[in-house]
């Protein structure tokens, strides 16, 4: 019986980001300190320094549609994105390079925009336009490169959790998810642009106890899949506990939505989530939140029996 | 009478980028060396060090069709392009970011031999594969990052010609365009790939007295125009001196095609152009092809009179 061929959508995104692993083979060479399968690649620069390097798409029809938002938003979001890379990484910025894809049909007046919203990001955040690219596309995307800075040794990566580490996120869970979701029922603009938590990413890349840190743009559950990835670890989640933005209960039962599953399945927070060891130096949510400088929450913890408990399953699948 | 909106395609390419430029504001901050406009971006990072960033894009329908080439050669060309920009730099390769956009009835073998095209060329030129990303999109893109080394104040610049500089091409001209010309003809599988001139450039940036450098991605007269850039200046050519191919002026006869107007409009041929003080110490030819271990030839000098003299008008607008 003859099989039909494998096509992209078979597989999920994290099979298709080992399948190019695997085929890059690692580790990179001296010069990089970690390479395919973090929010970056970490590069040895200089005794005391390292730099960190991601890159990021934001594609017409899939992130995005002209219709919907602004384009000075997106043009802001598609920096934004990348910087809560960084931050997930606790580098400082150090500069960007945007390639823009877009039809020859692009009112020039949309071009401006989008790249005032960008550079205006890059002003906010410190992180300079540096390069890039323009190239020709039947439908507009952005791509951006950002470069970031740590102390050697000291940037924070996905993996590394262990049994017993308290699990935190920054900020609140769900605000994103909830204004899309209406912003289609209304037909109505979409103006946010996530915020990244450089600060707190800075702050937990100079304390000790770090075990993992990820930026939540899939949403709790998936980015807790991620951390604990490559582990037979899993993680308890007291959902009592995901901090929700003002006014966030009321909003959803008026819409008939199942807050807890927004905060869960939700994604684009943009918030760190990260796992801290139990015997840590700071543990207490309101001395954390002062080293931060953004609200922690404690969420749950990291358990030796695989799988994720207390939060709703994901509904529908996360292939490509 | 209302005028027409203005559109992307009302402007070339360089206006275009200009403005970004404009916006972007320059200087970019102590950490770059340089900014938007030349080949690739430079960031100071240590004593005796910089590095070098570029990126570039590979968009399906405007840079290849799935039809006309193999998935393999696309990924390869992917990287050789950027490499080339390392190599106008006189950077040596350190590393390289994919951001494959794909739709998701990719095949999944397709998929795989764009990585391995691209892992393939990575590992030829000591560019390891460091990260990423995939996105969904309606048509298919490689966009490439690609980070390389320099000795610090040593990277090759566009800018800085003077009047009397003597003009240099490395390899030969018009391969490129006579391929791509005869594959649409023969309605054949175009299976080449550019040679990125990483050792001639590196070769070049020890060297005392280049005045500029620059790959040649959109054809001599073209690119010559950016070496030119910013300036009054013009330069004088002898097309007789511009290095062929063998066979080349046969197979053009045979095609009928104008060699002169490939060899300056066509493209692709990924060699340096190269401007060099006459005082320099090495200015002859066979001297230049040991050091930079590639034949170099003599095309001109850069002269006081704005203009290109000596090339055939550019067929077509290089608009967006």
């Not at 927070?269 to 002062?290: I, M, N």
């Amino acid at each position: 019986m003859p099989r039909r061929e494998r096509i992209l959508a078979d597989l999920g995104e994290s099979a298709l980001i080992q399948r190019i692993a695997r085929r890059a083979g690692h580790p990179p060479g001296k010069s990089w300190a970690l390479g395919i399968g973090d929010d970056a690649a970490i590069l040895r620069t200089r005794p005391g320094e390292e730099l960190v390097l991601s890159v990021d798409a934001q594609v017409e029809g899939v992130h995005f549609l002209f219709g919907r938002e602004r384009p000075r938003t997106i043009g802001r979001r598609a920096l934004a994105v990348n910087l809560s890379d960084l931050a997930a990484m606790g580098a400082e910025p150090v500069g960007s390079l945007l390639c823009l894809c877009a039809p020859r049909s692009m009112a020039l007046a949309v071009f401006d925009a989008l790249i005032a919203g960008f550079v205006a990001e890059a002003r906010r955040f410190g992180c300079p336009l540096i390069g890039g690219n323009l190239s020709r596309a039947e439908t507009a995307s952005l791509i951006v490169t950002v470069v970031g800075r740590c102390v050697r040794g000291r940037a924070l990566r996905r993996r590394g959790v262990r049994t017993g580490d308290l699990l935190y996120v920054t900020g609140t869970l769900g605000a994103a998810a909830l204004a899309r979701l209406r912003a289609d029922r209304e037909r109505s603009v979409l103006g946010r642009v996530p915020q990244p938590r450089l600060d707190a990413g800075r702050a937990l890349a100079r304390m000790d106890g770090v075990h993992g840190c990820i930026d939540l743009s899939d949403g709790l559950t998936r980015d807790l899949g991620q951390l604990l990835e490559g582990t037979s670890l899993g993680a308890e989640i007291d959902v009592a506990r995901l901090p929700a933005p003002r006014g966030f209960g009321r909003a959803c039962r008026e819409l008939g939505l199942d807050p807890v599953e927004l905060q869960a399945g939700g994604g684009e927070d943009y918030e760190l989530l990260f796992a801290l060891a139990p015997k840590s130096a700071v543990t207490d949510p309101v001395v954390l939140r002062k080293r931060l400088g953004v609200p922690v929450s404690p969420i749950g913890r990291v358990v030796r029996q695989a799988g994720i408990r207390g939060l709703p399953p994901i509904r529908g699948g996360h292939h490509y």
